[in-house]
């Protein structure tokens, strides 16, 4: 049943996100950042795609991330930096988003295209 393997990283992937968001709320925000600074979504991605594919695929989908991480996580990380205190978190990260997505997709197309 397929359905169950994406069941399970789906809920992997939110146990994670619910353990970090609690533990920066009950005050231990120390760890709450170190958690979320660990490479969770890639490392269970990476057990599963190891478990179904190939050893190449993992390299193939690393070195991607990897590239496309400088590239487009730095500008979204220093834009949320940026306009958080001017124009209010929600407002920041929506923008901080778009040009995440912005970037994200003009790496791909580029690296895609021209196997960087």
Same mark, same amino acid.
């Given at each position: 049943?397929?359905?169950?393997?994406?069941?399970?990283?789906?809920?992997?992937?939110?146990?994670?996100?619910?353990?970090?968001?609690?533990?920066?709320?009950?005050?231990?925000?120390?760890?709450?950042?170190?958690?979320?600074?660990?490479?969770?979504?890639?490392? #269970?991605? /990476?057990?599963?795609?190891?478990?179904?594919?190939?050893?190449?695929?993992? %390299? &193939?989908?690393?070195? +991607? *991330?990897? =590239?496309?991480?400088?590239?487009?996580?730095?500008?979204?990380?220093?834009? #949320?930096? /940026?306009?958080?205190?001017?124009?209010?978190?929600?407002?920041?990260?929506? %923008? &901080?988003?778009?040009? +995440? *997505?912005? =970037?994200?997709?003009?790496?791909?197309?580029?690296?895609?295209?021209?196997?960087?």
């Amino acid at each position: 049943m397929a359905w169950t393997k994406y069941l399970l990283y789906f809920l992997t992937g939110g146990l994670i996100t619910t353990a970090i968001v609690a533990l920066e709320e009950s005050g231990m925000p120390l760890i709450s950042r170190l958690a979320a600074l660990f490479p969770v979504f890639t490392w #269970i991605a /990476y057990l599963f795609i190891g478990e179904f594919g190939t050893a190449q695929q993992v %390299v &193939s989908h690393a070195k +991607f *991330v990897l =590239i496309g991480t400088i590239v487009s996580w730095i500008p979204y990380m220093l834009s #949320i930096i /940026y306009f958080a205190p001017k124009i209010g978190v929600y407002k920041a990260i929506a %923008v &901080s988003i778009l040009i +995440f *997505v912005i =970037i994200a997709l003009v790496f791909s197309y580029i690296y895609l295209k021209f196997q960087v």
